[in-house]
């Protein structure tokens, strides 16, 4: 999940750059890029810092674990005022 940047409206780049941020966790987490699934929300119409999300991935990847629903919900608040969640 990338927060602040909606990754919307910007055509073949924020396509690539989604691309490449599955690439990247696939990678870091050793699976497919098919088993990577993106989600963006934040600012729409602007280009992606790819950079800032390739440095940031090892330090994400380290941070996983069943436990972290909460935290992943939180980080990812923009203007909402309350997390949500959701469990199937």
């Known amino acids: 999940i990338n927060s602040g ?3 919307t409206c910007t055509g ?3 396509l690539s750059k989604a ?3 599955t690439a990247l966790q696939a990678k870091a987490l ?3 890029a098919d088993d990577i699934l993106v989600a963006s929300t934040g600012v729409i119409g602007v280009p992606l810092n790819i950079d800032a999300i390739k440095d940031g991935i090892p330090l994400l990847t380290e941070k996983l ?3 972290g629903n909460q ?3 939180s980080a990812i608040m ?3 005022t309350f997390m949500k969640e959701l469990a199937a």
Do not use: F
Request: hydrophobic letters at 25%; zero cysteines.
């Open 65 to 67: 674990s069943k436990n």
């Open 30 to 32: 050793n699976l497919k």
């Open 12 to 14: 073949d780049d924020g």
């Open 78 to 80: 923009t203007t909402d």
């Open 71 to 73: 935290d992943a919900a």
């Open 19 to 21: 691309k490449k941020m």
């Open 5 to 7: 940047n909606a990754n």
